[in-house]
């Protein structure tokens, strides 16, 4: 972005790393929703393999329409405007900030329990350090972009040390033969079709964050090597990592028990590694804010690009006139953040929207395809083969699908929210005679919100 400083090559592979926090209630959903041991962890490995294949179409895509701004520019440039629209707007309003705020309690419950070990934390306090936590993130990226990336990187070493400390004590026990919760694995309850939707959001989502390089592509250098060599690294990695340490922690916690627990890895911890438990909830508090602290980075290029789009307000392009970075774009999050955070239940939220991410990502991919017989002569450095985006888009708009018919109270709600897109579409960006008073006050808290936030555009930026 103009003369905004770039992230490090080392930031843009720990960008990568800002998965969906596998520590939030991932695990529980997953099990709750599939019925079984067994078919938890085929979940988990059918969709960390999903998820490859989706960041290996979005690696192709990134490589191709050379932007930054992830899933909207894809759609944008497929789809055309209002479907982008749609998608940013779903995002700024609603996708982002849940997120954000789920993401953000599990830092502040982790946090807070080596402090609570005999007693339940008081919601209060937890929303309360969930607060604090968000706003260190926003003021983080909105001051300094070279401070964020040695951060990160710091907090995808912990991220990495947190998932090693479960899976080691795991595999000993193995060893040891400490396989009775695996006797008779797909037995339970039974899985249900309906509850496998549910089940394939919250393991999509535990894995997401593959999709947050793209946002910032044109802040990576060589991205025709940096991209796919992210994607195909970090992707192994994390599938393996999040499937190992569900067998870690089936290997101590019956699943009645992991069902029952506020916070799974400390209930292993707790069994497993005595005293040395205490560091368990720190490191994966500080893995929570790695996810946290990516996932606002990258997020903010996406609002940036929609507002260079001429998609949302203007002041949201604008970058701040000595600390370079898109100041307005990081803050606009966190009063929507904070709503969320005091509002309500975020994961009944996170449910009526989930199907709106992913019908979102699967289209973005169906574009993937779409573009190989539009534009069959387009520069593509990084090529993936065709069944990958097939196989990937098939899947999650099955899956959306499927929701409308096992959930249709959450789904039609998300489908309500999204279509209100629509109207906002023609009302903001269609309606070219808005009236007098309505423009002079626009221009009028754009220069107040520049003054006060020391912003100007990016081209009299690179000027100064």
């Avoid at 936590?133 to 300094?144: A, D, P």
Wanted: glycine share 6%; hydrophobic share 50%.
């Amino acid at each position: 972005m103009g003369r905004s400083p770039r992230a490090d090559e080392n930031q843009k592979m720990a960008i990568f790393w800002s998965h969906g926090d596998f520590y939030i209630r991932h695990t529980q959903g997953v099990l709750q929703n599939t019925g079984s041991v067994g078919m938890s962890l085929v979940i988990w490995t059918v969709c960390g393999v999903l998820s490859l294949f989706g960041a290996l179409s979005y690696a192709e895509l990134g490589t191709s329409i050379k932007k930054s701004g992830g899933h909207y520019t894809y759609i944008l440039e497929v789809f055309g405007p209002l479907p982008a629209f749609v998608r940013v707007w779903v995002e700024l309003l609603i996708i982002r900030p849940a997120a954000t705020a789920v993401i953000s309690l599990a830092f502040g419950r982790y946090i807070l329990e080596p402090f609570f070990i005999q007693c339940e934390i008081p919601e209060l306090a937890i929303k309360l350090i969930t607060a604090v936590g968000i706003t260190v993130v926003m003021v983080l990226n909105s001051m300094s972009v070279s401070w964020s990336a040695r951060i990160q990187i710091f907090l995808t070493f912990c991220k990495l040390t947190a998932i090693l400390i479960i899976i080691v004590p795991g595999v000993m026990q193995l060893i040891k033969g400490q396989t009775q919760h695996f006797k008779d694995a797909f037995s339970g309850r039974g899985a249900n079709i309906m509850g496998l939707p549910l089940a394939f959001y919250y393991g999509m989502y535990a894995y997401a964050g593959w999709f947050y390089l793209n946002f910032v592509t044109e802040e990576v250098e060589n991205p025709e090597k940096t991209i796919p060599l992210a994607i195909c690294i970090s992707m192994a990695i994390v599938t393996i990592g999040y499937v190992l340490t569900n067998v870690a922690y089936f290997t101590t916690i019956s699943a009645e028990e992991l069902l029952l627990s506020n916070a799974v890895a400390v209930t292993f911890s707790e069994r497993l590694l005595g005293n040395f438990s205490l560091a368990v909830p720190i490191f994966v508090a500080l893995s929570c804010f790695g996810s946290m602290n990516g996932g606002v980075f990258a997020v903010s290029r996406l609002f940036y690009v929609a507002s260079r789009e001429g998609q949302l307000p203007e002041i949201l392009s604008m970058i701040h006139v000595r600390k370079h970075t898109p100041l307005p774009a990081v803050i606009v999050l966190h009063p929507l953040t904070m709503i969320m955070l005091f509002s309500g239940d975020l994961y009944s939220l996170l449910n009526f929207l989930s199907f709106a991410r992913w019908l979102f990502i699967g289209l973005a991919v169906a574009g993937l395809i779409y573009l190989r017989y539009k534009r069959p002569d387009m520069h593509r450095p990084f090529k993936v083969p065709l069944f990958i985006p097939a196989l990937f888009s098939f899947t999650c708009l099955f899956m959306v699908a499927l929701s409308l018919y096992s959930d249709p109270f959450s789904t039609g709600i998300g489908f309500i929210i999204t279509l209100t897109g629509v109207p906002a579409y023609y009302l903001f960006i269609i309606w070219d005679k808005k009236p007098k008073w309505f423009r002079r006050l626009s221009d009028k808290i754009t220069r107040t919100l520049q003054i006060i936030l020391e912003v100007v555009p990016e081209e009299d930026c690179d000027k100064l």
